[in-house]
């Protein structure tokens, strides 16, 4: 699965760059929500100053090349532009993914060595929030050890978001450059199992930051539950990737050529299971979705991207049974406004939202979650939760959102964990 949408050529960059105006008060600025400097990369890009875009943008942002692909930014920087009022906005995404793309194939990166200051810190999980932890605490001086549960740094990165949206050498080449900051990646360690939070203490961590995210995928409740053929979409995803990578074989993706999919959710999960199922050469693929087309969580790149891949969209579908024959599923009852109607399918992608595994929390005292499974975290220090020196960030503390939105809650955890880092010096302890 190539890269569906090719990224911009140096000539396509800078002429799209030259169309900035530069505004006294950067709206775009304002939309993004780590608030990285627009004008002032999209001035730099505009003279050819590469480096120095670059250097901009590494002032608010560890995954530039992530975001420039991932992020939606059409609700964002981009919806943002004053010039998007009239239809004509800055492509800042595809400039931001140039200007990284670019950096790791000239290898610009100049980082200065850093001083270490003193301060241990042990990030747990290395998505978006732990990337971004891990990063900024680094590029402060701090020393930080990265504990990830998969073979590989990245997270949804890796192993949800699918190869023809976000390459996995892209995601490669970004923890390699927050590696070449001086983090220390541990792969294959699940924390809660492997080792606990109390060892990672005993180990001389001084601080230790949570950001595992949302693992656990959720199920609906209709009867028909327990038929072949009913999968849960993070999983086809996963499988995908693993297939990809050479690690499975093809039999072992639950989505074969000729089968009829119905999807049942209307979020960027969805649109990437049933974008995916049509690569694996579905033959019919379906998205049931309870509620209007206003209310759709996804994207509208990636919704646009699936209306142009054929998917068939059942708006005000609300499903209310699997059905089938002989243990397998055969079809989805639906609730539509013509009332009761069956999709039939052989296959049935749940994609409805996932919440946060107990890992940690079951084997760590002290660490108060709510009835959702979520972290409660304070504001003083940012992020620290109810038990002392542990911090949480990103989806497991505000439910599944988005790259830029855990990034950014993690960039003011990164700031709360290094004030109680020298508060403790201070401290003498
Ligand atoms: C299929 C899919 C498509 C998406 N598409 C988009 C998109 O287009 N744009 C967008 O902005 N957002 C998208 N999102 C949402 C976005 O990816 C998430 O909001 C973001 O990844 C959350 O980051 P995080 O770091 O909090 O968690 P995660 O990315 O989930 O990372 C958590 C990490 O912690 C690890 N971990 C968990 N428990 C442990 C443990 N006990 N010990 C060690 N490691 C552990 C996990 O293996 C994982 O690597 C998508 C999500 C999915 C699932
Ligand atoms: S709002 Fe648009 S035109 Fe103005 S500085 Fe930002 S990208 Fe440039």
Redesign the pocket.
Known sequence: MEEEIKGYTMQEAISEARRCLNCPKPMCRTGCPIENDIPAFNHAVSLGNFGEARSIIAQRSNLPAICGR???HENQCEGHCVLSKAGKGIKIGMIERFIADFDTEMNLNREKKIEKIGGKVAV????????TVAGDLARKGYEVVV????SE??????????EF??PKDVVRNTTKKIADLGVQFVTN?????DITVDELFKNGFDAIFI?????LAKSLDIPGGDLRGIIQ??YL?RMVRLYQDGNVDKSEVPIEEGDNVVVIGAG??AM??CRTAIRMKAKSVTVAYRKTVEFMRA?KA?YDGAISDGVDFKWEHAPIEYVGENGIVTGLKCQSPNGEVILPANKILIAIG?RP?A??VSSTEGIDVDEGGYVVTKQKPYGMTTRRGIFA????VHK???????MRE?KKVAVGISEFLEAKKLLGE
């Open positions: 991932v992020c939606p747990i999980g290395s998505g978006p929030a732990g990337l504990y990830e549960g998969e740094p990245g997270g949804v990165l890796l192993y949800g978001i699918p949206r976000l360690t699940m924390i809660g199992t950001g595992t995210g949302t693992a979409s993070n995803l960027n999960v990437d299971a994207a990636e996932s595994a890992r940690i960030g990103g989806d497991v599944p959102a988005t790259v830029v939105l855990a993690a």
